[in-house]
């Protein structure tokens, strides 16, 4: 946020250095050069922040490998139902289990068998009883 505020500041700087010189010297094309600059640059930052954030905003899903982990580690238990795995961040990601149970163990006892994922920040896990 400091690198965007201080490059606001800098392209007005230019913008407003560009009038003046375009007033004084006559290079009235001053202006809409640094015009051009400002959006060069805008653009860049801009396309820099698609590529950081459509796969949050999209929903991005993460390997198939690691989700058939999760399955897996499960599997002994029951069966998984339902398995949704997305992006919420950079690294991490959101989880919702469903689990139909055969085996006698608290939804807590299922959390620390799921710990060991450490890409899922936040779990959700529905179990039911079978």
Same mark, same amino acid.
């Given at each position: 946020?400091?690198?965007? &505020?201080?490059?606001?500041?800098?392209? +007005?700087?230019?913008?407003?250095?560009?009038? *003046?010189?375009?007033k004084l010297y006559g290079w009235n094309w001053l202006d809409?050069?640094?015009? *051009? &600059?400002?959006?060069?640059?805008?653009?860049?930052?801009?396309?820099? $922040?698609? =590529? #950081?954030?459509?796969?949050?905003?999209?929903?991005?899903? *993460? %390997?198939? %490998?690691?989700?058939?982990?999760?399955?897996?580690?499960?599997?002994?238990?029951?069966? !998984?139902?339902? @398995?949704?795995?997305?992006? &919420?961040?950079?690294?991490?990601?959101?989880?919702? *289990?469903?689990?139909?149970?055969?085996?006698? @163990?608290? !939804?807590?006892?299922? =959390? #620390? =068998? $799921?710990?060991?994922?450490?890409?899922? +920040?936040?779990?959700? @896990?529905? !179990?039911?009883?079978?």
């Open positions: 946020a400091y690198l965007h &505020v201080l490059a606001d500041a800098l392209t +007005s700087v230019l913008a407003i250095a560009a009038l *003046i010189l375009g809409a050069a640094m015009g *051009i &600059v400002g959006a060069v640059v805008i653009s860049k930052w801009t396309m820099n $922040l698609i =590529k #950081q954030t459509s796969p949050i905003l999209l929903d991005e899903n *993460i %390997e198939q %490998e690691y989700r058939s982990a999760i399955k897996e580690e499960l599997t002994p238990y029951g069966t !998984v139902t339902d @398995l949704h795995v997305w992006k &919420v961040s950079g690294h991490h990601y959101s989880a919702a *289990i469903t689990l139909h149970a055969s085996a006698g @163990l608290t !939804v807590e006892e299922y =959390k #620390q =068998k $799921l710990s060991k994922f450490d890409k899922i +920040s936040h779990l959700t @896990l529905e !179990v039911h009883s079978s």
